[in-house]
């Protein structure tokens, strides 16, 4: 199924981008598992980075268990040695990290999902219409629900942290009667909450094991589709905090019936578009000055306690207009490929700064939609896909850098060219065995590399030094190191000789040391 694109979304897009003068086409859903495992796994071209052969068993709170090595030589054409270090049967497996990816069939996707690495995924998601069409009778067995069910199975099985959202306002329910994706009757708030109460104690427990329950997609949106869409449509544009207080409310009615039904639950706020800075607006005549300020509104109106999560989305745009090899921009919050890197860094800093303003602690965010688009491109542009994988390693290195416990791929099939296809796939699994379980130290300075305009970053990974570097100009760099490393190896998987002095590009590199 697919979806089409929030009203907002396009209306920034155009002002921002300049780009879009009328509506645009549909986007996928959501996410999906499946892996295997051997002490020893041989993996052919990179495209099985972990082989599973031993039913794993599910655990509702996985913790990083395992250690991964993996051979300098990870090439598309060449054998990833690499070695898996856990018992045949290991409820721990996989070991946590920042790596997770949407599908919208999961299904059909589930074997190449799980071959990524990914331990988050991400389904979109449990429809409150289809199961409670009528009020005070819930059909469990709706078709949506049964492919949802399958699908939580599926990610417990394979021990991977499955994100549910729950969206989809029944008629009956509705502040506007035309609009499935929009907010909810203040009258059938606590209905609603009761629905979400009866899903957590269903799904919380075996086989399912739910932890992660997202309250609506993109609710911050504004209202312009009448379908029956998987994503929010919740903004008061009227409302300087844009309608955050109210969703504060529906918070504050949902919590408590989660936590009472399983104590482990975590909590996110709905996935935030999130389009602009409204600390520092795109210029020109901007249509929606507000469209930021949901989250604070959600602090506001006393939400803070209601939510253990900020989930919240970060696109960014390549360039198809120059296609210029690694280029890519978000116009709306100002941020491009050679100034400030991917936009999730804007957005994760800016959300801290407005949870820091109320003094809300103790949070966690995570980036469930991050993808490098090809907005309104008719046709692909030669470099386009290449960049996406380069692309990858960056957003990656990225979010751990700024401590983001998750950064979800959207999608596994694609919205706008983002699809894990090739090379992108391949860039995917080595960004997930090269940087799994790591954590930050620092940044990249003209001293670590001798010289300038080299962007990356410093992250330690098994208690060993693994940089991340690319060229922030698209021009070839002269780098030198103070010693040689143990390993280099390209965003592809190649490995290159392990030298003190080497020539960086745009295409990003791993260095590895003892």
Known sequence: MQKNLHSSRLLIAAAALALVTSAVPARAQEPAPGATLTETAPVTPVTDVVTVTETVVADPNPTPAAVIESSADVSPAATLATKVHVPLVNKNWPPSTVFGVESSDLSASASGIFATGATWIRRNGLKWADIEPTEGARNWNAASAIQIQGDMIAASQQNRKLILIIHGTPAWARQSPQFYCGPIRNDKINAFAAFVRDAVVRYSKPPYNVKYWEIWNEQDGIATST??????????????????????????????????????AKILIGGLLLDSNPNDLPAGNYPFPNFGKYLEGILRGGGGPHFDGVSFHAYDFYDNASNTLGAYRSPSWKTAWNTSGPVLIAKTNFIKGVLNQYGVTGKFLINTEVGMICYKCTSTPSNFETSKAYYIPQSYAAAIAVGLVGNVWYSYEGWFGSQLTEPANTAYKVAAVKLGGATYVGPIGNGDVGTAGVKGYKLNRDGKAVWVIWSGDGGAKNVTLSAAPASITDALGAAQAA?????????PLYVEFP
């Open 499 to 507: 030298a003190a002095s080497f020539q960086l590009t745009v295409k």
């Open 227 to 264: 379908a029956a869409e998987p994503f929010g449509c919740w903004a008061n544009t009227a409302d300087p905090y844009w309608g955050g207080g109210y969703y504060a409310s529906v918070l504050q009615a949902v919590a408590p019936q989660i936590r009472a039904a399983d104590p482990q």
